[in-house]
């Protein structure tokens, strides 16, 4: 017993090895683990610094993709196009698109916006478009320009789909042709940025408008009241929205202060509707991408009245757009519109003049 109790047993005595291996062991496992997750760190943020880095010369096509590398991008386009006819149908994910996952793809503030006009058309122009593989267009209008300028440049290039270097980046917001601080905005982000702008007949424009805002405002008066300051005086209300957005010659002069009419492209809103591929041709022209949509993409759907695709972007099924795109107007007096015309007629003048071009609104 005496022995046994001044001799600690071999294992007692080696116990606090034991402890220290153990330590040590768990000490190199936390080590290891600590690497690791550095690692991927390392490797994330280098995915994210194309996209989060603060702004700078060539973060945004301004003056990475847009201005100096037309034919550059063309080169890079064809090799991903080469790429992606191998593996046709596969570039659609849940995402969205392959794209998202490609590390390489990163978040860049817009190449090219469409910023008008309300009702000229913008949705389809969008939809159409996001069908080319070069484009990559956010789906919603993120108003940045005109009501969440606050939030800043890091904001809005997170809304951003991500892109790969060479594709267009794209989002519309119709409301950016007639908020007066926009054009100084959109010039401070990008003074090589494309812009388009969606144009039809304001009369119609108009009733198109109103019957949109009438669908969702219960109780609302005519549109013949509403037009007017003194109907029996043949007042028109110029600022009375639906019609004001239709005043294109004094919405474009804003926008020519900041930025070249090279700069700007004018879709026919009506022949966007009979003839969806002729302005797609010149929209990808404008853009100075390959003519890849075209009128195989397009059927005219008798039910809905207008062009559909024969297939969207990531599916196989014809797809129209919506019904708020599209729908019946409501039935304005012929006096009214004639009056409205009239009132129209030196404000289009003006602006085929300032575009040269002849839109033939009556
Ligand atoms: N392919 C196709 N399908 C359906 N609609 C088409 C198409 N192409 C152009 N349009 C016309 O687009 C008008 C709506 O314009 P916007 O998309 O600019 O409207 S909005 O400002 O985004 O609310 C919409 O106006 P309304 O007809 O007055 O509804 C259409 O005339």
Redesign the pocket.
Known sequence: MAGSRGAPPEHWRLAPRLVGMLWLGVACASLLCLLRCCGSEGTQSFGLSRAEAPLGEGQYGGTEAMGDADGRMMVRRRRRRKKRSAGDGEDADADGSAEEKDWRAARRLPHALIIGV???????LLEFLRLHPDVRALGSEPHFFDRHYARGLTWYRSMMPKALDGQIVMEKT?RYFVAAETPARVHAMSRDVKLIV?VRDPVTRAI?DY??IASKTPGIASFESLAFKNRSLGLVDSLWSPLYIGLYAQHLERWLAYFPLSQIHFVN?ER??SD?AFELGRVQDFLGLERIITDKHFYFNKT?G???LKKAEGSAEPH??GK????T?VCVEPEVIRSLRLFYHPHNLRFYQMTGMDFEWK
């Open positions: 309300k009702k000229g058309g913008t949705r389809a119709p969606v198109s019957t949109q809103g966007l509707i969806p809905k207008f062009p559909c129209c757009l708020t795109k599209g729908r107007h």
